[in-house]
């Protein structure tokens, strides 16, 4: 059974930074693309930033420049740093993975989320 564990959500004041971490767990092929994803009250769940397993990386607009994503391909792990943290990225962040778990069967897995709090 395939679980992504995150880790790294908080409170923090505007201007500071986090770093989030997701850690893939289970049998499996291999994982393709990770991402990070975020959903604030009342909102729909957008992306915020992914990677795929060579590296090539994706944001959105509202945190280009400010975030970094990055991955451990032999610790099945994928982070987001944080930096210049604004109270509109106040939200539950998920991890997502593709994931390979026989040769004929990728999946879509998702974290159960973390929480981040900016306070102004």
């Known amino acids: 059974q395939v679980q992504l564990v995150e880790s790294g959500g908080g409170l923090v004041q505007a201007g500071g930074s986090l770093r989030l971490s997701c850690a893939a767990s289970?049998?499996?092929?291999?994982?393709?693309?990770m991402g990070w994803y975020r959903q604030a009250p009342g909102k729909q769940r957008e992306l915020v930033a992914t990677?795929?397993?060579?590296?090539?990386?994706n944001y959105a607009d509202s945190v280009k420049g400010r975030f970094t994503i990055s991955r451990d391909n032999a610790k099945n792990t994928v982070y987001l740093q944080m930096n210049s943290l604004k109270p509109e990225d106040t939200a539950v962040y998920y991890c997502?993975?593709?994931?390979?778990?026989?040769?004929?069967?990728?999946?879509?897995?998702w974290g159960q989320g973390t929480q981040v709090t900016v306070s102004s």
């Open positions: 997502n993975a593709d994931i390979r778990i026989t040769i004929a069967t990728m999946n879509t897995y």
């Open positions: 990677v795929t397993s060579r590296g090539s990386t």
């Open positions: 289970g049998r499996k092929f291999s994982i393709n693309a």
